[in-house]
């Protein structure tokens, strides 16, 4: 290797991406050099794209990624050349309060690929080693992409913390909403409604294994549930979601919404009903059962990949322009 340029998706300010060359990474003490096979668009991209999302300026975006070891750095044993990984994106410092507590993804000095330093999609990244896990067997890198916002949906639902039989309801059926989907279905339980205002994604919520969709309207007459997720990063989707708790109900907060968003909550029942809101963010530690997951096909890749771009397309994707794009979107590198 040496002297390589590549062409790279890069974020310089908000409303401002652009497909440019890039000189090779460089390969520092601790970190590996990947191939990158393909990397996948998401909602963070989006919010990263237009500024409401604190990420690095003049960043390769891209913190779904997975490909083939090119290079080990100095001091890098555990993992050798030709390994196919797959990158979980976010990087603790290992001493804070947090870290030491084992809650890296709370890390007051977290890094994160594809946000605070260069990401994948480009055909070369450098990260640190330690954020490399090993494909299993019979799981494509391409397939693979899906294990970063598969490993959010893990932790997700290890927080939902979630009773065999109960009634569950979700709002939004993007990615994370369809994984979600298939996620409870293994788990064997019954009622699972997926919630969307488009027609395509509830009927995709069908054959992932809902039992039952709505749209936004008809979700917001007499649905109870025990465990409401909100997945699709829309305030409006809150009081709906809120409403629609059992009592002793639990409403998880998924999407990701905007800084500056609001919604209105009504303390009395969640006082009176014993509500329940629960936050999750980022998937720690839960990247090699999501790759488990995938490789199982208890999440079917297929199922949840959707339209291939080039670099260009991405480009447009992440500023929300030109035609709509069926979910995940994703760029495989040659
Ligand atoms: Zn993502
Ligand atoms: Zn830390």
Known sequence: MGGLVL????????????????????VNAGEVLIK???????????????????????????????????EVGHGVEHISVGTRVCVDPNLGCHSCNYCRAGKPHLCLNAQAVGVTRDGGLASYVSVPAELCHPLPEGLSPVHAILGEPLSCVVHALDRANIELGSKVAIWGLGTSGIMMIQC???MGQPTIIGVSHHEDQRNLALRAGATQVMTQEEAKQSLEVDLAIEASGSPSAFEPAFNALAPGGRMLLYGVMSPGDVVSLKPEQMFRRELTLIGSYVGPRTLDRALSLLAARIVEPEMILGD?????????????????KRAKAYVVFE
């Open 308 to 324: 291939r771009l080039n670099l260009e397309e991405a480009r447009e994707w992440v500023l929300k322009e030109g035609a709509r």
């Open 184 to 186: 409870l279905r293994a």
């Open 7 to 26: 062409k790279a998706l890069v974020f310089y300010a908000p409303g401002d991406v652009r497909v440019v060359d890039r000189p090779e990474p460089i």
């Open 36 to 70: 990158v096979a393909a990397a996948g668009l998401c909602g963070t991209d989006r919010h990263i794209a237009d500024g409401s999302y604190t990420s690095a300026k003049s960043m390769v975006l891209g913190h779904e990624l997975a490909g083939v070891i090119q």
